[in-house]
């Protein structure tokens, strides 16, 4: 997702694109000396948000207009027998144009992750008729972010503002693994909104839902999150 006020995924809600990487929403890089922070709730399964759900905290500094570096951590405050760290990611981006930027991300081996993983990606907003489009394609490896082959992620993500204050989303997420395609494609669609709060704050909220594959969502899914920019 690109929000309005920080700039700003996933509805990812901690699925594809966004799982892999710090920042759970489609943000552009800069200005510089910009300061971010997102508290998100991501439960995989809306009838049980107390105990099926995801805590992350994410933070962000821009170096410089093209330059991005964030920290993000999935806490397991609402997930059933979870630690309170299940995870913590590092990354980076940067921009190569104002619509377009490169992203890597790292999953450490901290909390009850157990192998570092990897990712790479690229960020991409275009107009559509009189929308604006955000895609973000990225493929990640090694333990961290998959036990096998290659993860491969494509968020497509049409907008349309309502006044001022809203900006509703549409996130198209399809994910697979080069080690079987087919076995493991699935898509989801998830209808999200940001709410302009004030000049420093949005909050975001929405649903996800499995919609072809293999491997897309079982459940409905649910995120509501706060973010602030300064």
């Not at 922070?37 to 105990?51: N, T, Y």
């Not at 964030?70 to 990354?91: I, K």
Request: aromatic share 6%; glycine share 12%; net charge negative.
């Amino acid at each position: 997702m690109r929000r309005s006020v920080i700039g700003c995924l996933l509805l990812a809600l901690a699925t594809t694109v966004s799982a892999q990487h710090y920042d759970p929403y489609y943000v552009l890089p800069g200005p510089k000396g910009r300061i971010a922070a997102d508290l998100g709730l991501f439960a995989d399964d809306v009838s049980r948000i107390a105990d099926a759900s995801s805590t992350i905290t994410a933070g962000k500094l821009s170096i410089s207009d093209e330059w991005e570096v964030g920290l993000a951590a999935d806490l397991g405050l609402l997930r059933d027998h979870a630690g309170t760290l299940s995870s913590v990611q590092v990354g980076t981006k940067l921009g190569l144009d104002e619509h377009m930027a490169l992203t890597g991300a790292a999953v450490l081996p901290l909390g009850e992750t157990d192998d570092l993983g990897l990712s790479v990606g690229l960020m991409k907003t275009f107009l559509a008729g009189q929308h604006m489009v955000n895609t973000w394609t990225s493929a990640a490896l090694l333990d961290g972010y998959t036990g096998k082959g290659v993860a491969l992620s494509v968020l497509i993500e049409p907008t349309r503002s309502v006044g001022d204050r809203i900006t509703g989303y549409l996130d198209v997420n399809v994910r697979s693994n080069t080690e079987a395609l087919g076995d493991e494609l699935g898509i989801d669609v998830g209808p999200n909104v940001d709410i302009n709060w004030n000049q420093t704050a949005t909050i975001n909220t929405g649903l996800s839902f499995g919609v072809a594959g293999d491997a897309k969502q079982d459940d409905l899914a649910f995120t509501l999150s706060l973010l602030m920019a300064y």
